[in-house]
């Protein structure tokens, strides 16, 4: 965080990311993964993020998650810098990630092993109200009895599911989905939106999704950002107005259909750049 | 079933045909025994001698046990402090390295001259034969750890505590276990050299007496029992490897006592 203007004043938004700039490698072969960017979402929006690969939409996932830091500017979460934080965070990979050497149960329930106020009462609570809290968590997304099994026991859809599940269970302020659905088949990944949505509109979090597949960005998110690479931008950021609960079939409204085929051609115009620029 | 049954019946058979054909071949050529004694004789030897050979065998026992105890703290922590460190490996490294390149047996003289000849350079020196392969081991295992698996902790705030408690030291296990494996039969052979060169009880002192003596069936004796215990520690280890790290076996036993 260097070379910055005038630090800004924190706003009441859950994600403020300010003039952020993320750049790799020494003076010779530098890469930009991010150029200057400014992305502010507001409690409860689902936001998500668009545009072909490289367009450094994993680097604002990492920022905000606080894995990477920024190279100039200022990531604000919750009104506070990043890493100086207790906001509760919730994220979900591409790949499950679940620990293999633990069960279910005990993989969901490791958010409330390490995250305040849930870890100063684990250990009285871990058998209790935290197991009950797992379970309950479990059986909303269709894997009620299966907190004994381990992941290798479990299909692909079946661990993501766990996984969405560890991502919700310390009901964090802001969830972070770096393509959870992306690994899976069609029919698994309508069904893992449908409960994501229906946990949003329960909980209503801030979300901020990464994602490859438009239909689900238009299905899922109130907001859409689409990037582009090198440097990595945002070039659109668009609303989607459709009511909720949405239902798949959506998807195949006239609107709905429109509004992937703008963000497609968006994207589309973005990679030809992007080819233009190598 | 039947198949590891068979499988079974078939390796313990061929194990006692190897002591089978050592038996006939001594028998066939008048093998003397003080060139190579037969199986039987070493056991006949074992019987009638056993209240001579028990003591040694426990001074053995004890004394590598508490320097494979002390080489398993000692090559945990060095491994975590390489393993999560870029600057002690880089420092350690090489000098693990080149530690483990000097006979032991030259290391024992030294021993002797600090701490006199007995049951404390046997420890040393069991303790410095498996330090190597812990040390290495848990370092890697730490290094192997899925970075995805610390970015769950990481998003979640944790301490680098936290993660290395909950990721990085569960991941190490099938790491250090395989490598218990190979220290626990290596801190005999510790031992062992030290008895020999610098004691007056164990089982290198037995066999280096015995051999001064020309009681080449005694020698065999002493190497059936440094044998028995090998295999008996490292059974014991691999019973607790697979209850322990069964998750990276992901044998179907597991899943039932899991």
Redesign the interface.
């Known amino acids: 965080m260097n070379a910055s203007p005038a630090k800004p004043a924190p706003s009441g938004n859950v994600i403020d990311l300010e003039k952020v700039r993320v750049t790799f490698g020494g003076d010779k072969n530098q890469v930009t993964a991010l150029a200057e960017t400014s992305l502010r979402i507001a409690h409860g929006e689902f936001v998500a993020l668009v545009g072909p690969s490289g367009c450094g939409k994993s680097t604002i996932l990492k920022l905000v998650?606080?894995?990477l830091t920024a190279s100039q500017g200022y990531v604000f979460v919750a009104g506070r810098e990043i890493g100086a934080d207790?906001v509760r965070?919730?994220?979900a990979?591409q790949?499950p990630?679940l620990?293999?050497?633990?069960?279910i149960r005990d993989n969901v329930m490791?958010?409330l092993?390490?995250?305040p106020p849930f870890k100063q009462a684990f250990a009285e609570k871990r058998k209790s109200e935290y197991r009950d809290r797992v379970e309950a968590s479990l059986a909303r997304v269709g894997l009620a009895g299966f907190g004994?099994?381990?992941p290798?026991?479990l299909s692909g859809g079946m661990q993501q599911r766990a996984s969405l599940c560890?991502a919700l269970i310390?009901d964090p302020t802001l969830l972070?989905l770096d393509e959870p659905f992306g690994a899976l088949d069609q029919f698994t990944r309508e069904e893992l939106w449908e409960i994501m949505q229906n946990l949003w509109i329960e909980k209503q979090p801030t979300v901020l999704l990464v994602t490859h597949d438009l239909k689900e960005a238009a299905y899922l998110a109130s907001r859409i950002c689409v990037m582009q690479a090198r440097p990595g931008r945002i070039v659109d950021d668009s609303v989607v107005p459709f009511d909720r609960p949405r239902t798949i079939d959506v998807s195949f409204a006239p609107e709905f259909v429109s509004l992937t085929q703008r963000l497609r051609e968006r994207i589309v115009a973005a990679r030809a750049v992007q080819e233009a620029a190598s | 079933m039947s198949e590891t049954l068979r499988r079974r019946i078939l390796s313990t058979t061929c194990i006692i045909g190897f002591f089978v054909a050592w038996e006939l071949l001594c028998l066939l050529f008048h093998v003397s025994e003080i060139v190579l004694p037969r199986p039987s004789q070493i056991l006949a030897t074992l019987w009638t001698r056993f209240p001579a050979i028990w003591p040694h065998a426990l001074q053995t026992l004890y004394t590598t046990l508490v320097g494979f105890g002390l080489g398993i703290v000692i090559g945990i922590l060095l491994g975590m402090l390489i393993g999560s460190s870029r600057l002690a490996y880089d420092v350690a490294y090489p000098m693990l390295v080149g530690f483990s390149s000097i006979p032991k047996v030259a290391v024992v003289p030294i021993f002797v001259l600090w701490f006199g000849a007995g049951t404390v350079p046997a420890v040393l020196t069991a303790m410095i034969m498996c330090i190597f392969p812990i040390v290495v081991n848990v370092a890697t295992g730490l290094a192997a750890t899925?970075p995805?698996?610390q970015?769950?902790?990481?998003?979640?705030?944790?301490t680098k505590m936290?993660i290395l408690w909950?990721?990085g030291l569960?991941?190490t296990?099938p790491y250090f276990f395989a490598s218990l494996k190979v220290a626990a039969t290596l801190a005999f052979v510790g031992t062992v050299i030290s008895e020999t060169v610098a004691s007056n009880r164990g089982i290198g002192n037995l066999m280096m007496i015995a051999s001064s003596s020309f009681d080449v069936p005694l020698v065999f004796a002493g190497l059936f029992i440094l044998a028995a215990l090998g295999v008996a520690l490292y059974v014991i280890f691999s019973l607790i490897e697979s209850r322990v790290?069964g998750?990276?076996v992901?044998s179907n036993n597991f899943?039932a006592g899991?």
């Open positions: 998650a606080g894995t207790h965070i919730g994220m990979f790949n990630t620990l293999p050497w633990l069960n490791l958010p092993k390490i995250v004994e099994k381990f290798w026991q560890r310390h972070l | 899925e995805e698996l970015d769950v902790m990481k998003t979640l705030r944790a936290e909950n990721v569960p991941r296990m790290t998750w990276a992901r899943a899991g």
